[in-house]
């Protein structure tokens, strides 16, 4: 029961997915690492047996190393894309993910130590979202300026 939930379909890929958003002074805490020239959100993979709750909580402590509470779902986005990574290159992927506002301390201090499925060291960043830099979601840059308190539906399709 510690599967990702990545299941081929056709010649594709369906992943659900968790996010988490992390604000602090304006500015939201995003993943990068040595291969990608764009930033993600922290988060990844629910596991099969897991709820998305629980897999954002587990997911933030993996990779910030803080034990985090959840404020609210905030978004779900169903995206459409093409892999980057060695395991799922050039490979359609259909993505579900939830979005979950996290309560921060306010004595976080994040630290990294994860990597990617082929080894790349991931590094954290805070991102202000006026930076132009690559960032995925997209939807982030707009929507977090001003957040409200339902939930939003997203979808993107790159195909």
């Known amino acids: 029961m510690n599967k990702d939930m990545c299941v081929a379909c056709d ?16 500015k939201i805490l995003m993943v990068g690492n040595e291969r990608a020239n764009y930033f993600y959100s922290v988060g990844g993979r629910i596991k099969f047996g897991e709820t998305a709750e629980e897999a954002i909580v587990r997911e933030v402590f993996e990779e910030t190393g803080v034990k985090m509470e959840i404020e ?12 980057d990574a060695p395991s799922n290159l050039g490979k359609l992927i259909y993505e579900i993910s939830f979005f979950f506002y996290m309560k921060v301390p306010s004595d976080f201090a994040p630290i990294s130590e994860s990597f990617t499925e082929d ?22 840059r707009t929507e977090l300026k001003y957040p409200t308190d339902t939930v939003k539906h997203f979808i993107k399709d790159e195909r």
């Open 119 to 140: 080894n790349s060291k991931e590094h954290l960043k805070w991102v202000s979202l006026d930076e132009n830099i690559k960032m995925y979601p997209e939807f982030f």
């Open 11 to 26: 010649d594709g890929i369906l992943n659900i997915r968790v996010g988490a958003i992390i604000m602090k002074d304006g």
């Open 72 to 83: 609210r779902l905030g978004f779900v986005h169903e995206n459409y894309f093409y892999g």
